[in-house]
């Protein structure tokens, strides 16, 4: 009786299994598209190259690729304070995460063309466009203090 319990177990073990692996074939799809299964469901093509599928945005960069790209595109910002010294450093990278003198800032309230913060009573209003960046500056209402922030 106990036998038999035990190969019923066995073979409901073995068909588990086989049910969470993916075709080799299948992988071999994704592989050279650059999909996963969740961007194939989002609708990255799997018939379709990594470059083809890189341009519709769908194949994203390596872990180390994305550190060296984001040094190349990141922006540094000066708020400067009415005297022109420098009140902090800020760097905005392209996804528009933010830091303040190297602490990250997590709460960002991202418009169409600007981005605002606030960290340590200081409110920051940096514009995006490079058309507007003079007129992004800071504010504390506490002290009654503002400055302008300048791209570095």
């Known amino acids: 009786m106990k036998i038999k319990y035990l190969i019923l177990g066995l073979l409901a073990c073995s ?6 692996a993916i075709d080799a074939k299948y992988r071999e799809l994704l592989i050279q ?16 190259s990594k470059e ?10 390596q872990p180390q690729q994305m550190i060296s790209n984001q040094s190349i595109h ?28 190297s602490k990250r800032v997590f709460f960002v309230k991202k418009g169409k063309d600007q981005l605002q913060f606030k960290k340590d009573k200081i409110i920051y209003v940096i514009f995006t466009d490079q058309n507007r960046y003079s007129q992004s500056y800071w504010h504390n209402q506490k002290a009654n203090m503002h400055g302008k922030i300048i791209v570095k």
Do not use: H
């Open 33 to 48: 598209s650059g999909c996963t299964q969740v961007s194939e469901m989002q609708g990255c093509d799997i018939y379709k």
């Open 52 to 61: 083809e599928n890189a341009t519709s945005g769908f194949v994203t960069p």
């Open 74 to 101: 990141q922006k540094d910002w000066v708020a400067q304070k009415a005297d022109g010294s420098k009140l902090a450093t800020i760097k905005i990278d392209d996804a528009k995460r933010v830091w303040v003198n």
């Open 15 to 20: 068909a588990m299994n086989s049910a969470y």
